[in-house]
């Protein structure tokens, strides 16, 4: 089984295949239309009004501390080269007050850019030294080493709905085939403390609409493969 990923100057809107788009070409629905997970929970959670102001562009999600931080993590176990101080973040000063005058005037000298603490104790708040924390524990694990260093990272895929002939887009974080041939895709999750004992897990994934990424992510490679 294999699935061959093309360069972004390949792609054109309304083709299927795997191709090495941006984040930013893969999330706009001019560029790259589609039904995408993020789509079908709010269609699912909210309602089709709701899904139409994310497919017109009249809405875009506000992203919380926890989804920034979750992309600071992503980015730096699977392209580090992009995680770098002025070109993915900043760091802001230990010890540092953001409301105070100093603080303000630090914010307006570092526009554009998600504001990381170099170290924290919040629960929902990730620091440089969380993220890099993060994935030494990740790489301990032969299996997720595996799959981080061979796998294909950051693939945006696209995948025409059987049934209903509409274009399907996931962006999975590694891909590759396992020893079985069987293809494997991977998407890392973050969790608050405490959040990885068994019950808590499974809350998390049933309030986060994991289950809902699992099956749409399989089905539109199920359909490429």
Not at 6 to 13: D, I, Q, T
Not at 45 to 70: C, F, I, N, W
Not at 204 to 218: E, G, K, L, P
Request: hydrophobic content about 35%; glycine content about 6%.
């Amino acid at each position: 089984m294999s699935l061959l990923t093309l360069p972004a100057s390949e792609f054109e809107p309304g083709a299927e295949g795997t191709f090495a788009l941006p984040a930013s070409i893969y999330h706009s629905q001019v560029m790259a239309p589609g039904i995408s997970r993020t789509l079908v929970v709010e269609l699912l959670q909210l309602s089709p009004a709701h899904a139409k102001t994310l497919l017109d562009g009249t809405y875009h999600k506000r992203e919380t501390p926890a989804m920034v931080g979750g992309t600071m993590v992503d980015l730096a176990l699977l392209e580090p080269d992009k995680f770098q101080e002025g070109l993915s973040h900043w760091v802001v000063p230990s010890g540092m007050n953001l409301a105070t005058k100093e603080g303000i005037a630090w914010k307006k000298d570092h526009p554009g850019l998600p504001r990381i603490r170099a170290t924290s104790d919040a629960e929902n708040t990730v620091s440089v030294e969380n993220i890099h924390g993060m994935i030494e524990s990740l790489m301990k694990s032969p299996k997720v080493r595996r799959i981080i260093e061979q796998g294909t990272k950051q693939e945006s895929a696209f995948a025409l709905d059987p049934e209903t002939g509409l274009m399907r887009k996931v962006r999975s974080d590694v891909r590759l085939v396992d020893n079985q041939s069987r293809l494997v895709i991977t998407d890392l999750k973050s969790t608050f403390r405490g959040g990885t004992s068994s019950e808590a897990w499974r809350k998390h994934c049933a309030r986060m609409a994991y289950h809902i990424q699992d099956s749409f992510y399989s089905h539109s490679y199920q359909s490429l493969t």
